[in-house]
């Protein structure tokens, strides 16, 4: 995965699982971003129409119960779980050009080694 997981490091974290990826998003009962459905106010999504990210915090009512914010909408992000696939990783959440539907906390898709995209990015997580 490149430099990420390098400058996680630099920083003296790590990127997430996915398994603690999902549980920041989701807490103990939500399926979406603050609440358990989807709610396109909540997340930067294909309706909001902005056509590109935005400052973390720009939606507060879509924080996780641990008080992480930006897990849906925004960017899809990078997990340290490798894929079945050869050389994929997983990466979880949704982007600024997909609707909220799809900013559930269990979406879990895979990409290569080395992917870019304005709708990925990654997020480092500390170890308690």
Do not use: Q
């Not at 879990?108 to 080395?114: A, F, I, Q, S, Y």
């Amino acid at each position: 995965m490149g430099r990420r997981p390098a400058y996680c490091a630099w920083r003296g974290l790590r990127l997430p699982d996915e398994i603690e990826w999902e549980k920041a998003a989701r807490g103990d009962d939500g399926a979406f971003p603050g609440g358990t459905a989807p709610d396109a106010t909540r997340v930067n999504g294909l309706e909001a129409a902005l056509g590109d990210t935005v400052p973390v915090l720009t939606h507060p009512r879509a924080r996780s119960p641990f008080e992480v914010h930006d897990l849906g909408g925004n960017a899809a992000e990078w997990t340290a779980t490798p894929a079945p696939s050869p050389d994929h990783f997983v990466i979880r959440g949704s982007s600024f050009l997909e609707p909220a539907s799809l900013a559930r906390a269990a979406r879990r898709r895979e990409r290569p080694r080395g992917a870019r995209s304005v709708t990925l990015t990654f997020r480092c997580a500390s170890t308690p």
